[in-house]
């Protein structure tokens, strides 16, 4: 072939790069998320992620504005509660704070869109994503639970809600829930793979939901398995899940790329608190360069086939592609 194979010719200036070039990223492939807490005047910097916040819905609203100014059109609203107990009943309280921010969110910018992640772990005393009986997370009364909590959420004016515990069947449950309230039209955005990761760390102390007693490894996925990730996605499918997302991103390129080749519906990866800190740490050491990297990872997950990246760099990122 060489000498008349030369790939490098392709590579010879930025206009050609560009040319060829066959991922490009868009703002709009970006979902910021964001912690709520209530209160008022409340921004807080979360150590364990610099420049993320827990903001009062007041803040929120500033902050929801100044990423729409960066080009962000889609955000993701984590509950931090006032108080926390067993069953994490303020998970569907019609006045909790995502519930209340979602509505204010959904009035002043109408077009945004609003997902929230339904889950309880932010909101039980145990920090477990359901209820528990007898030392176990017991899955059947859990996503009753879900269910009332994402139809909750549906109230407050969620256009997507995007259940992130792993029990079985709560994907039904909560299409079923919300067809019964009357909204049908609303989006589900299942973590259907996700994993017991290690790259969960600095969220947890984000959402001050790391698990009291044991860990998640009986409901969330075991890291060394993908056919099983085929088989959840499946399954959220057929229980009414209109996008699916593989969780965390980075270290499973693999698997995002599998349920991509094997569905082909529209498929979301969740670039995860600890591959963000992970990245500023370094780049703050000077090991690595911080923009150049963002876009770079950012990029990887959306060629390995995300259409839709959850990410702590959002704001960053959209500014980088402007
Ligand atoms: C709640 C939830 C978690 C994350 C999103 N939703 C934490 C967990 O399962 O422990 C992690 C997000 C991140 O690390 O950025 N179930």
């Known amino acids: 072939m060489f000498p008349v194979a030369r790939p490098r010719r392709l590579r010879r200036t930025a206009a050609i790069r560009d040319m060829v070039r066959e991922t490009t990223l868009d703002p709009a492939d970006f979902v910021y998320p964001l912690f709520v807490r209530h209160g008022e005047g409340i921004r807080s910097e979360i150590a364990s992620m610099p420049g993320n916040f827990h903001l009062s819905v007041d803040r929120l609203l500033e902050e929801a504005a100044a990423a729409r100014e960066d080009g962000v059109r889609a955000v993701i609203l984590f509950g931090i509660p006032d108080k926390k107990d067993e069953r994490g009943s303020e998970a569907w309280?019609?006045?909790?704070?995502?519930?209340?921010?979602?509505?204010?969110?959904?009035?002043?910018?109408?077009?945004?869109?609003?997902?929230?992640?339904?889950?309880?772990?932010?909101?039980?005393?145990?920090?477990?994503?359901?209820?528990?009986?007898?030392?176990?997370?017991?899955?059947?009364?859990?996503?009753?639970?879900?269910?009332?909590t994402a139809v909750s959420h549906a109230r407050a004016g969620a256009d997507i809600v995007a259940p992130s515990d792993m029990m079985d069947g709560r994907v039904g449950a909560i299409r079923a829930g919300l067809a019964e309230a009357g909204f049908s039209e609303v989006t589900i955005l299942s973590y259907a793979a996700k994993y017991a990761s290690a790259f969960y760390g600095p969220f947890r102390e984000a959402a001050e939901s790391a698990p009291q007693f044991g860990d998640r490894r009986a409901y969330q996925m075991d890291p060394a398995n993908a056919d099983e990730a085929l088989v959840e996605v499946g399954l959220d499918l057929e229980e009414g899940a209109d996008i699916v997302m593989v969780k965390p991103a980075l270290a499973y390129l693999d698997v995002i790329r599998r349920v991509k080749e094997t569905y082909g519906v529209p498929l979301a990866a969740y670039n995860?608190?600890?591959?963000?800190?992970?990245?500023?740490?370094?780049?703050?050491?000077?090991?690595?360069?911080?923009?150049?990297?963002?876009?770079?990872?950012?990029?990887?997950?959306?060629?390995?086939?995300?259409?839709i990246i959850l990410t702590y760099h959002a704001r960053e990122a959209a500014r980088l592609l402007k």
């Open 93 to 148: 309280d019609d006045e909790g704070a995502v519930q209340l921010a979602v509505h204010r969110l959904k009035e002043a910018f109408p077009e945004l869109i609003v997902a929230t992640d339904v889950c309880l772990c932010e909101y039980t005393s145990h920090g477990h994503c359901g209820v528990i009986a007898d030392g176990v997370v017991v899955n059947d009364e859990s996503i009753e639970l879900l269910a009332r």
């Open 272 to 307: 995860v608190s600890g591959e963000y800190s992970m990245l500023l740490a370094a780049a703050e050491r000077g090991w690595i360069e911080r923009e150049r990297a963002i876009l770079e990872v950012l990029t990887a997950i959306k060629r390995a086939g995300a259409d």
